[in-house]
């Protein structure tokens, strides 16, 4: 029951993907008929999208997707799908020391102890957090004393733009929706500095197989950027330390997983606050960077992340249009098929090269499906692209220190936050140690399944 309850609501998302959706959709009936080019270097490995011969009902559509290169311990392909968990989720390779510094963070403060994280501590998972706390009180202070003006616009519809009956929003430039149009401004981080660079990101987690994925980036030696959804920390604290002292970049991705545009004012300020406590008293620093769940931002959100210390971060698109969104949460929509979405990812890397500028992607770590394909063939197939990608968080990408990436140990000299800053939690970290994250897939199954809304906010 929960499930077709998801299942619907995922559908009535699906227009937040269409909105993007138009050129590739061109890409991949261009790309159906023609052959796809060879790599002028290294050995192609050929993946047959081979659809089974049956039903036409059950038919997949018959692709051969031409990949540069392979993770040879990939799973196959065609046995990638909408719902799975079959493969093992492994143990963290390494977990940080409770006290430890980490050296990667320049000026960073000791590993507070993830065991002191009271989960009731901290509002219930996947819901917008309570209004009536002190924390929110502070935090709402806070706002109000930034220095930046917040517009005073309506919160829009449910449903993104194709319910924009407040068409008035749509072409409104005071406010700059990104969900009906993809309007951007200076404030936002959406492309790296340099042509051929990437900037690799996963939105969603910490989940059961981000080990996985940290495991393959570590045999890569490759550092990516994390947007944490804030009700997964205290379940996975451990792997959010790995992945921070580790030497990727944490950023924030919301409590709950909402579309901010939908929410008020101070339903943000909670979203973001709650986000950001979870962090600090995890980590000992707080991200300055965020992602709006499904990029669903606008000028009143974008004031009120700022004046949280927060720059917007989105992913590329390209003047005519082309989002590089890989599409991987698409496998769980009825009818996508891993094929497409490989094929239109190869679509987009053989559009890098016209590309001014390096590029930011989306991508996800919350369930397996897009962890093997993240390792299996998106990651390698860009690794063995030519001309080279240089593959980096979007900090590195755009050209910061990695400790100018959090607001405590941002030296302010090259990116100063917008806004006046108070203190950015109240309390402080405890200390101590511990091993990995203790977690049963029973005992949390509940809160990453349990309720259509969780399941349809990840659409992004
Ligand atoms: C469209 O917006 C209306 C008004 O806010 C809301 O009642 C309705 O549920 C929305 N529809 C969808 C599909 O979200
Ligand atoms: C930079 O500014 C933030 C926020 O005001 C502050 O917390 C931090 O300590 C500053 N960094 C340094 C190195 O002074
Ligand atoms: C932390 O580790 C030390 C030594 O390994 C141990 O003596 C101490 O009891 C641990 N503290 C906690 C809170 O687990
Ligand atoms: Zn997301």
Redesign the pocket.
């Known amino acids: 029951m929960v499930k077709s309850l998801g299942a619907v609501a995922l559908l ?1 998302l699906a227009v937040l993907a269409d909105a993007h959706g138009e050129h590739r959709r061109n890409d991949i009936h261009a790309r159906q008929n023609t052959p796809a080019p060879q790599p002028s270097s290294g050995a192609p490995s050929s993946a047959s999208g081979s659809a089974p011969t049956g039903s036409p009902s059950s038919a997949r559509p018959s692709l051969t997707i031409t990949f540069a290169s392979t993770n040879p311990t990939a799973i196959p392909l065609s046995s990638i799908s909408g719902d799975m968990s079959s493969r093992p989720t492994i143990a963290l390779a390494s977990t940080a020391a409770v006290g430890s510094v980490p050296s990667v963070v320049a000026g960073a403060p000791p590993l507070p102890d993830r065991n002191a994280l009271v989960p009731t501590d901290y509002p219930i998972p996947d819901q917008i957090p309570p209004l009536d706390s002190p924390e929110v009180d502070m935090w709402w202070d806070q706002v109000m004393n930034s220095g930046i003006d917040i517009p005073e616009f309506e919160p829009t ?3 993104g733009c194709q ?1 924009a ?1 407040n068409s008035a929003f749509v072409a409104d430039t005071k406010r700059c929706w990104w969900t009906c149009g993809g309007c951007v401004t200076e404030d936002d981080i959406t492309e790296c500095d340099d042509k051929f660079h990437w900037g690799l990101t996963f939105d969603d987690g910490p989940g059961f197989y981000t080990p996985n994925l940290l495991q393959y980036l570590d045999e890569q030696n490759l550092k990516a950027t994390f947007f944490i959804v804030g009700s997964r920390v205290t379940t996975f604290p451990a792997t959010l330390q790995t992945e921070y002292a580790g030497g990727h970049q944490i950023a924030v991705h919301t409590w709950s997983h909402k579309a901010l545009t939908t929410l008020t004012n101070r339903e943000i300020v909670a979203e973001l606050g709650w986000t950001k406590k979870v962090i600090y008293d995890t980590l000992g620093v707080t991200p300055n960077m965020m992602r709006p769940p499904f990029g669903d931002i606008d000028n009143r959100v974008r004031a009120i992340s700022l004046a949280m210390g927060l720059t917007p971060v989105m992913w590329t698109r390209s003047p005519d249009g082309r989002a590089f969104n890989t599409q991987d949460f698409d496998i769980r929509l009825p009818g996508v098929t891993v094929e497409k979405i490989m094929n239109d990812w190869q679509g987009l890397l053989d559009f890098v090269p016209q590309l001014d500028k390096g590029f930011i992607t989306l991508q996800h770590d919350l369930y397996q499906e897009f962890v093997d394909m993240a390792t299996g063939y998106i990651i390698p197939d860009g690794l063995a692209q030519n001309p080279p990608l240089t593959i980096e968080p979007v900090s590195t990408c755009t050209k910061r220190r990695l400790a100018d990436a959090y607001i405590e140990t941002n030296d302010n000299s090259t990116y100063p936050p917008k806004a006046k800053l108070g203190a950015t939690s109240p309390g402080g970290p405890a200390g101590g140690n511990g091993s990995g994250d203790v977690v049963t897939p029973a005992s949390i199954a509940a809160s990453l399944i349990g309720g259509a809304g969780f399941i349809a906010g990840l659409l992004f």
């Open positions: 009535s519809n449910p449903g319910n009956t």
